[in-house]
């Protein structure tokens, strides 16, 4: 079945040691996005790539890095994790820009 | 104001009930409305995606879109209790604009 798949489901970090989060496709789509969500909150959109153009979203704290080395992978760094990081990291994908997103199980992201 | 209320709830009701769940929105250049189920712990799952003024149908659930008052509805008929998740809608402005806008989520609770 295609899907969005997110790795690892759940990551333990300690304050200020960076970590990636790991997201993969195999429909092949255009777009891939990073959403944070805290608990009880919609998500938050971080940036997205269509196709290797990179879009941040204007309040994306830099601690928050992202890269797509290809059309399947992307990549969510947090250069020093802070306790008010912990939250749900949301991988989603679609076939182009304002088509409907689908996305990953997540991965909850804990800070100790 | 924000760009799209939704009431958080939560909201109980009997199985076999209609459930009513319902966003409204500020921006009128939004065109595409989504919603979306979300279990805890787990990703958002797409429902629905709609584009125009009117209704969609698709099993027992049933969207409904009003631009002219900038309101739209999920409907769910004969709910059950594997109905309940949160129920968050999303809006986008279309073409380059891919960047969903989420509501805040309504919790849906089915008892049996």
């Known amino acids: 079945d295609a899907m969005v798949i997110q790795n690892p489901r759940y990551q333990v970090t300690q304050f200020g040691k960076p970590v990636t989060l790991s997201c993969s496709q195999t429909?092949?789509?255009?777009?891939m996005y990073w959403y944070q969500q805290k608990s009880s909150q919609a998500p938050k959109l971080l940036f997205h790539?269509?196709?290797?153009?990179?879009?941040n979203e204007a309040d994306t704290p830099d601690n928050f890095q992202s890269r797509r080395p290809n059309t399947s992978f992307c990549f969510l760094d947090i250069r020093s994790p802070g306790l008010g990081d912990a939250a749900m990291y949301l991988c989603?994908?679609?076939?182009?820009?304002?088509?409907?997103?689908?996305f990953g199980p997540g991965t909850r992201l804990t800070v100790l | 104001q924000k760009e799209v209320e939704q009431d958080p709830g939560p909201l109980s009701v009997p199985e076999g009930a209609i459930v009513s769940l319902n966003c409204t929105y500020s921006n009128s250049a939004f065109q595409y409305f989504m919603w979306y189920r979300q279990y805890s712990r787990k990703g958002p799952e797409l429902l629905m995606y709609t584009y125009s003024s009117g209704n969609k149908e698709d099993g027992r659930f049933t969207a409904q879109v009003d631009k002219s008052s900038k309101y739209i509805s999920l409907f769910i008929r004969d709910s059950q209790p594997s109905d309940s998740a949160t129920y968050l809608c999303a809006m986008n402005y279309g073409g380059s604009q891919g960047n969903l806008i989420f509501g805040k989520g309504t919790k849906l609770s089915v008892k049996p």
């Open positions: 790539y269509y196709d290797k153009d990179f879009n």
């Open positions: 429909l092949n789509h255009n777009v």
């Open positions: 989603a994908t679609s076939r182009g820009s304002g088509e409907e997103q689908f």
